[in-house]
């Protein structure tokens, strides 16, 4: 057994998973061998959440049950939305919410006690927790708001629901395939820090809802989730100072060392994320459609000048926070709403990574190497 330390356990092989695959020098992202571009502007997310949790991509028929069966879970009944309510007028953080209600509704799961080795059950609660997490989330946002939830339709695809119940009116077609297309993006990436969060409770053989309520409080870290928050929040801090964002950029870097632009750097690409380069594209799209391209012209505008810097070229580049921000806010989605949505989509991942695991379970149980005292006398309490 080796003692050498590996802190963060970088570089650490841990598992075999076939859901994703990152190349990071290269700037690839594939799922199931089928590239992030591709699944991208070719297939739905329900495609996608398929796909990681079977294998392989559904047929017409099987795509098209697979939709009605995650439409028929989306309705909460009135105790969740008490929940809900009350977490709103509590002014709880959207995240924080989210924790509570994801383990709050295995209380109205009819499978709730089912054995985790029955991975079919587990399947199941799964696919009530991706369906039910837009109403939850949509419903807290319209709360805190002062105004009614709307009820989730079947007729809806999974984004563009979201959309309609968050905003009371159905989107457009832009709208619906932009945000389709992020939700896509953020499906899964590896045994980032919430997915394996989600796989360790996993190894326990604790249920779904366990893990994902445990990949959800992994997320809420500034380390890991919130970066497109903190993006959207500096564009805005920049756009209301009325000035220039990159000599914004270049102050900030001069007079705080430590500064970093958030959204620039990832831990495993080291060259631009090839997620930010299609939400890059859907920014420009955004804002050429509204008249007001603001938002992607300043983000490009840093971007540029950490290209001009050779900035890029040592790996500070673009990750998949620097533009899902700028989408996210041009589509009317509240900025802290930002990470709940990044939850909302990485559950198809968490799931798939947590049931890919415990089909040949073994308990995660790494060590640690002990620096303390060893050998003290126990000393009396009057000795102490």
């Given at each position: 057994?080796?003692?050498?330390?590996?802190?963060?356990?970088?570089?650490?092989?841990?598992?075999?998973?076939?859901?994703s695959?990152?190349?990071?020098?290269a700037?690839?992202?594939?799922?199931?061998?089928?590239?992030?571009?591709?699944?991208?502007?070719?297939?739905?997310?329900?495609?996608?959440?398929?796909?990681?949790?079977?294998?392989?991509?559904?047929?017409?028929e099987?795509?098209?049950a697979?939709?009605?069966?995650?439409a028929?879970?989306?309705?909460?009944?009135?105790?969740?939305?008490?929940?809900?309510?009350?977490?709103?007028?509590?002014?709880?953080?959207?995240?924080?919410?989210?924790?509570?209600?994801?383990?709050?509704?295995?209380?109205?799961?009819?499978?709730?006690?089912?054995?985790?080795?029955?991975?079919?059950?587990?399947?199941?609660?799964?696919?009530?927790?991706?369906a039910?997490?837009?109403?939850?989330?949509?419903a807290?946002?319209?709360?805190?708001?002062?105004?009614?939830?709307?009820?989730?339709?079947?007729?809806?695809?999974?984004?563009?629901?979201?959309?309609y119940?968050?905003?009371g009116?159905?989107?457009?077609?832009?709208?619906?395939?932009?945000?389709?297309?992020?939700l896509?993006l953020?499906?899964?990436?590896?045994?980032?820090?919430?997915?394996?969060?989600?796989?360790?409770?996993?190894?326990?053989?604790?249920?779904?809802?366990?893990?994902?309520?445990?990949?959800?409080?992994?997320?809420?870290?500034?380390?890991?989730?919130?970066?497109?928050?903190?993006?959207?929040?500096?564009?805005?801090?920049?756009?209301e100072?009325?000035?220039?964002?990159?000599?914004?950029?270049?102050?900030?870097?001069?007079?705080r060392?430590?500064?970093?632009?958030?959204?620039?750097?990832?831990?495993?690409?080291?060259?631009?994320?090839?997620?930010?380069?299609?939400?890059?594209?859907?920014?420009?799209?955004?804002?050429?459609?509204?008249?007001?391209?603001?938002?992607?012209?300043?983000?490009?505008a840093?971007?540029?000048?950490?290209?001009?810097?050779?900035?890029?070229?040592?790996g500070?580049?673009?990750?998949?926070?620097?533009?899902?921000?700028?989408?996210?806010?041009?589509?009317?989605?509240?900025?802290?709403?930002?990470?709940?949505?990044?939850?909302?989509?990485?559950?198809?991942?968490?799931?798939?990574?947590?049931?890919?695991?415990?089909?040949?379970?073994?308990?995660?149980?790494?060590?640690?190497?002990?620096?303390?005292?060893?050998?003290?006398?126990?000393?009396?309490?009057?000795?102490r």
């Amino acid at each position: 057994m080796s003692d050498e330390l590996k802190k963060g356990l970088e570089g650490v092989l841990v598992a075999e998973s076939s859901l994703s695959f990152i190349d990071g020098d290269a700037g690839k992202l594939v799922y199931r061998g089928y590239d992030i571009e591709d699944l991208a502007r070719e297939a739905t997310f329900e495609e996608v959440v398929y796909l990681l949790w079977n294998g392989e991509l559904p047929t017409r028929e099987e795509l098209s049950a697979f939709n009605e069966s995650m439409a028929a879970e989306r309705p909460v009944d009135d105790a969740v939305l008490d929940t809900v309510a009350a977490l709103a007028e509590a002014d709880e953080e959207p995240m924080a919410a989210l924790r509570t209600l994801v383990s709050y509704l295995s209380a109205e799961d009819p499978e709730a006690d089912a054995d985790a080795t029955d991975l079919d059950a587990s399947t199941r609660k799964g696919r009530r927790i991706t369906a039910k997490i837009p109403t939850v989330l949509a419903a807290f946002d319209r709360f805190r708001r002062g105004e009614d939830p709307v009820a989730p339709r079947d007729d809806l695809g999974h984004a563009a629901n979201f959309l309609y119940m968050l905003t009371g009116e159905e989107p457009d077609a832009v709208a619906e395939e932009t945000f389709d297309m992020a939700l896509t993006l953020h499906a899964d990436h590896g045994l980032n820090a919430s997915t394996f969060t989600a796989m360790v409770i996993g190894s326990t053989m604790a249920d779904v809802y366990s893990a994902v309520t445990g990949g959800v409080g992994a997320l809420s870290g500034p380390l890991h989730g919130g970066a497109n928050q903190d993006v959207m929040e500096l564009l805005l801090e920049i756009d209301e100072a009325g000035e220039d964002p990159v000599e914004y950029v270049k102050r900030a870097r001069e007079e705080r060392e430590d500064w970093r632009v958030p959204g620039m750097g990832h831990r495993v690409y080291s060259v631009k994320d090839p997620r930010a380069v299609i939400l890059e594209a859907k920014s420009e799209e955004l804002g050429a459609a509204s008249g007001d391209a603001k938002w992607y012209d300043m983000a490009d505008a840093i971007e540029s000048f950490f290209a001009d810097q050779g900035l890029v070229e040592k790996g500070i580049a673009p990750n998949v926070d620097f533009y899902s921000g700028t989408v996210y806010y041009q589509l009317g989605i509240p900025v802290d709403m930002f990470t709940p949505i990044f939850a909302m989509s990485r559950v198809g991942g968490w799931l798939g990574h947590t049931l890919e695991y415990q089909a040949e379970n073994r308990l995660i149980r790494p060590r640690a190497r002990y620096t303390g005292e060893k050998d003290l006398d126990f000393p009396s309490i009057d000795e102490r």
